[in-house]
């Protein structure tokens, strides 16, 4: 192969099948490459760029152009191309989101513990919201901070107000409560953060990426399926774990050994994240399409009146 000519965009695996999709996304949510220095990635980056440009550098091999776009995948933004802070980045999912998630289903007893650990959550997850953003709509600072506190106070709310709720309840149920506030604020978080999108639309292009407009419905149903994605992967963990530490915490050697209790649950999330990180991000297509008979009147009208019926659907990142 010429690499030369080599297409590094074109996708190693079918983004239209989940299976597809599944490949790509266990392969740019490693978290082993958040440990690379940023000199590593600016030079993935740098690889690419000149891949994209035909001027590959003498004696790079297929392999290596493979590895420099997923670290570039995993570290720069779709839209912009900028490098995103660590801590927004998908592959930091499995680390950051292990020991938060392990913390909030150890630590569900006391409102003041579960107040700390939904505040910690919160945070981190508008970090993600922004970072993972369509960035072709800006948000400005005092929207960003309305979205935080509107999400904050939602978790707050949901998580006190059950563990309060469910003190007579079964102790299964109430190490339940963490998922229940943190479905909710994904519910509030992420359409707030992201509401730029909702009240201006988000760029939608045709397939050969050429700009045809702003959709507020395209916008409605890519944020949509970024929330399904986001509580399904919570979901095993949050759900599932609970139930078994309630059992094993039954047993004589568990009694002994409380202080390990937080430690095995950040452990066993992460086994459940390493999954569910990129089967979650797989359930829809990054790459969004919408029927142009679905979009607003006036978009629709104006696609129709400049290319007739050769544009059936418009397309649009719908973040991650």
Partial sequence: ?????FDIDAQRWDQSTFMGRL??????????TALLPDSKLDEAKALVESCRAGSVPPGTTVEQLYYAKKLYDSAFHPDTGDRMNLIGRMSFQVPGGMAITGFMLQFYRTVPAVVFWQW???????LVNYTNRNAASPITPKQIGVAYITATS???ATAVGLNLYTKKAPPLVARWVPFAAVAAANCVNIPMMRQQEILNGIAVTDENGNKLGHSKKAAVKGI????????????????ILPIIMERIEKYKFMQRITFLHGPIQVMMVGVFLVFMVPAACSLFPQRC?????KLEP????????QYGDGIKQVYFNKGL
Avoid at 224 to 239: F, L, N
Avoid at 298 to 305: A, T, Y
């Fill in 23 to 32: 490949k790509h996304f266990f392969n740019i949510t490693d978290c082993r």
């Fill in 154 to 156: 939602t978790a707050l």
């Fill in 224 to 239: 949509t399926q970024v929330v399904i994605s986001r509580i399904t992967m919570a979901a095993p963990g949050m759900i």
């Fill in 1 to 5: 192969m010429a690499l030369s000519t």
């Fill in 298 to 305: 006036e978009l629709r009208d104006s696609i129709i009146s």
């Fill in 120 to 126: 910690v959550n919160q945070s981190f997850n508008a």
């Fill in 289 to 293: 399409s919408m029927a142009v008979s």
